[in-house]
């Protein structure tokens, strides 16, 4: 079964600093999704970026970058220049291609992040 | 606004009552499903549709938990003989169909509080 692991239960860090948000995933198809949300304190989880097995180039936009790497199953969030708005729980999700479209997209726990100004 | 949108936003009832909830999916999008996400966690799925069609159900929704989307369009999920831990956020999210899992877009969210 697919799992999604992000280690970094909160993160505070002074406005303008550039915050890492970690990723690990276990999946054993060889097709599966990835994916970033953000969840701002009004709760509506914000889809950020989506990531096929099969493309490992990183991708950047605007102060936000992603670095996917098959070899150590990661796929982690860069935010550079990180500002007070930034503060949300992240959430990084997998999903396998499967027939089961439902239970096989699958959440971490989230990563809390404070950016103090 | 043509998002997810997801009504109540807020419910609070007694344990005992049932409860529905209502999702209004984007337009365009075939795939629709439910979850439930408690305090420090992140979503759990509960179902799935495709169309008018419930094709999934995780173990976690038990026999007081229904979902329906007799259209294709709108759905809705009731909890009957509410119980305290049902208390949470009941978040909807659609997606257009394909071969691939499309990206699922949520809406806001219905936080059920349970007296």
């Known amino acids: 079964a697919q799992k999604v692991t992000q280690a970094q239960t909160e993160i505070s860090v002074v406005e303008k600093e550039d915050v890492t948000l970690d990723c690990v995933y276990e999946?054993?198809?060889?097709?599966?999704?990835l994916f970033w949300y953000k969840q701002p304190p009004s709760g509506e989880l914000v889809f950020l970026i989506r990531?096929?097995?099969?493309?490992?180039q990183n991708e950047i936009s605007g102060r936000y970058s992603w670095n996917f790497q098959k070899s150590t199953s990661s796929f982690n969030f860069t935010i550079t220049a990180s500002q007070v708005v930034d503060s949300a729980v992240y959430f990084c999700?997998?999903?396998?291609?499967?027939?089961?479209?439902?239970?096989?997209?699958?959440f971490g726990p989230g990563t809390r992040l404070s950016v103090l100004p | 606004d043509t998002g997810v949108s997801q009504d109540p936003r807020h419910k609070i009832t007694k344990r005992g009552q049932n409860v529905t909830f209502r999702c209004d999916p984007i337009?365009?999008?075939?795939?629709l499903y439910w979850y439930r996400q408690t305090l420090g966690q992140g979503p759990e799925f509960l179902t799935y549709?495709?169309?008018?069609?419930?094709?999934?159900k995780s173990r976690l929704l038990s026999d007081r938990f229904s979902a329906e989307r007799p259209k294709g369009s709108f759905s809705t999920l009731e909890i009957q003989r509410t119980e305290q831990g049902d208390s949470a956020m009941y978040l909807c999210?659609?997606?257009?169909?394909?071969?691939?899992?499309?990206?699922?877009?949520f809406g806001p969210g219905t936080r059920l509080t349970v007296l």
């Open positions: 999210a659609s997606s257009e169909s394909g071969v691939e899992p499309g990206t699922q877009y």
């Open positions: 337009s365009e999008h075939n795939r």
């Open positions: 999946t054993r198809d060889t097709t599966y999704y």
């Open positions: 999700a997998l999903s396998e291609a499967a027939r089961n479209y439902g239970q096989n997209f699958v």
């Open positions: 549709f495709q169309n008018e069609a419930q094709l999934e």
């Open positions: 990531r096929n097995s099969f493309d490992e």
